[in-house]
T-cell receptor, first 122, second 115 residues
Framework: DVKVTQSSRYLVKRTGEKVFLECVQDMDHENMFWYRQDPGLGLRLIYFSYDVKMKEKGDIPEGYSVSREKKERFSLILESASTNQTSMYLC?????????????????????FGEGSRLTVL | AQSVSQHNHHVILSEAASLELGCNYSYGGTVNLFWYVQYPGQHLQLLLKYFSGDPLVKGIKGFEAEFIKSKFSFNLRKPSVQWSDTAEYFCAVKKGPSGTYKYIFGTGTRLKVLA
């Protein structure tokens, strides 16, 4: 089974602190994603990465950065945490999907999620 | 703006009632569609997906969904719900060029099934 592991289930930080959220997947997936989940807003994409050292902004990248130094690890960084960043953060991974190739046939397109990291910023 | 809309935010049903959760998207072109479920205290997991072919897709635990291209809809259905179906359900669209796609999720529907 694919396993996506997020290092911290619960964190409490103070405004202005630097926060690192770590995510590791064990299935050699190329694509990795960071979402935040808020009641009534669903899941919103912060950043994603389709290869080592590559990153793309999602819909709400402001106040966040990411790092992908190794294929299996994707880190989310809050340079200076603020109270409006209190949320549940979800990491996910997926196989790469390229139209017209064997990967398209083999790939279910499924996202595999971690358990989530609940961050509270005081 | 392009989006994924789920019309029902909270749904309460009795066991054995039928379920239909609405999902509409506003993206043009080819899309792949998904329903994910999050049971209380658990991580999100795939319920079913549509890529191509038969627009009526079947997933796990008796769920099914119908893709209606003309209506930009992908509604989730189950003929008879159980108490264990209590969960939050998310519709999602996979969109983007080959290799660098992203998933856009709806706001979710919380389903509570009364025993």
């Amino acid at each position: 089974d694919v396993k996506v592991t997020q290092s911290s289930r619960y964190l409490v930080k103070r405004t202005g602190e630097k926060v690192f959220l770590e995510c590791v997947q064990d299935m050699d997936h190329e694509n990795m994603f960071w979402y935040r989940q808020d009641p009534g807003l669903g899941l919103r994409l912060i950043y994603f990465s389709y290869d080592v050292k590559m990153k793309e902004k999602g819909d709400i990248p402001e106040g966040y950065s990411v790092s992908r130094e190794k294929k299996e690890r994707f880190s989310l960084i809050l340079e200076s945490a603020s109270t409006n960043q209190t949320s549940m953060y979800l990491c996910a991974s997926s196989l790469i999907w390229i139209r017209g190739t064997i990967q398209e046939i083999a790939n279910t397109g499924e996202l595999f999620f971690g358990e989530g990291s609940r961050l509270t910023v005081l | 703006a392009q989006s994924v809309s789920q019309h029902n935010h909270h749904v309460i049903l009795s066991e054995a009632a039928s379920l239909e959760l609405g999902c509409n998207y506003s993206y043009g072109g080819t899309v792949n569609l998904f329903w994910y479920v999050q049971y209380p205290g658990q991580h999100l997991q795939l319920l079913l997906k549509y890529f191509s072919g038969d627009p009526l897709v079947k997933g796990i635990k008796g769920f099914e969904a119908e893709f209606i291209k003309s209506k930009f809809s992908f509604n989730l259905r189950k003929p008879s719900v159980q108490w264990s179906d209590t969960a939050e359900y998310f519709c999602a669209v996979k969109k983007g060029p080959s290799g660098t796609y992203k998933y856009i999720f709806g706001t979710g529907t919380r389903l509570k099934v009364l025993a």
